[in-house]
């Protein structure tokens, strides 16, 4: 389908192009006051003349889980890195609970959980020392034997803690990496692609614990290429695209942006029979698909049992009526586009965006 959008959408409108323009660097203090745990700005990364990070800007709201989104190369896990103070950034404000990374790494890493792609961990030594060994880092003290054990079997690994981690499979050591990342019970949680090695039953399990945190009061960045994993879950998303920004928000804002009007198909037995639908109460545009399927574009879904009851009146045998729902993936595909047909891919990755 072809995405339109809209600043203000109306049922009747088309949407210009959206503006891809940054934000000044606000007062980073009275941000973070204002409900921001992470603030990252006009940021530039570069390795070599390779574009690490490009003018990248991404808010994230305390107490939610914002997604980023983006094919691999994007630019998500550096990111993450300028996010820990990791990376300082050539260019650009990095802020995490109004805090500097790099001038005040130490205080902005005790308060975060990191979970990287491929986490380090030492395979010589048990599950249970490489916890302890953290739990020891972050200054754990009190209760540190019950924190450990509770750690464990949040992720399910309670059962394999005196074997050596060099034996675990690939999914094994991702819940190893999951359960030391929540040991301090930090206030920001970062993770980069955490279902990375696992099963489908255990990668559900552990985005449906990632949910559980935010309810908790923690907050949630995540670094995923799998649009199925982000569906349900993201509060908030960033698309980034050769280490930019393309769009953020809430899905169901951007979804409405793109699809501002409600969208039916419509399905009968008879051919043309459809046809008294063009002109009822509500419809907004009519498109034959075939001689026995149409879509309908309405002002709004609660029109839809009048329409199937006036049709009905008509003698029109239906057999499906299918409201659309834009999927993230059609969102994702949708915004791509838009960059495309606006030549704004193109033009970072011509300035030597790494992909």
Known sequence: MQAETTHA????????????????????????GQGLAVAVHNVH???????ALNDLTIEVPEGRITVLLGPNGAGKTTAIRTI??????HEGHVRVFGLD??????????????VSAKPALYDRLSGWHNLEYAAELYEVHDDQEAKIRSAAARFGIEHALDQPVGGFSTGMKTRLALARSVLHEPELLLFDEPTSGLDPESAQAVLSLIREMTANGSTVVMCTHHLAEAEGLADRIVMLEAGRDLIAGEPAH????????????????EENSLEPARNLPGVLSFTDQSPTTAEL?????????????ALTAEGVRL????PFQPSLEDLYFAVRKEARDNNEIGEIQEQGVAQ
């Open 9 to 32: 959408p109306t049922p009747s409108a088309p949407n210009p192009a959206p503006e891809f323009k940054r934000p000044e660097a606000p007062d980073d203090q009275a941000k973070a």
């Open 45 to 51: 990364r570069s390795f070599g003349d390779v574009k």
């Open 84 to 89: 820990t103070g990791a990376l300082a950034p």
């Open 101 to 114: 990374p790099i001038v005040e790494g130490e205080n902005v890493r005790s308060r975060c959980g990191i």
């Open 254 to 269: 951007l979804t409405e942006r793109y699809w501002p009007q409600a969208t039916l198909t419509m399905t009968a037995e």
């Open 297 to 309: 574009k309405l002002d709004d879904f609660v029109r839809v049992p009048d329409l199937v009851a």
């Open 319 to 322: 057999t499906s009526v299918e």
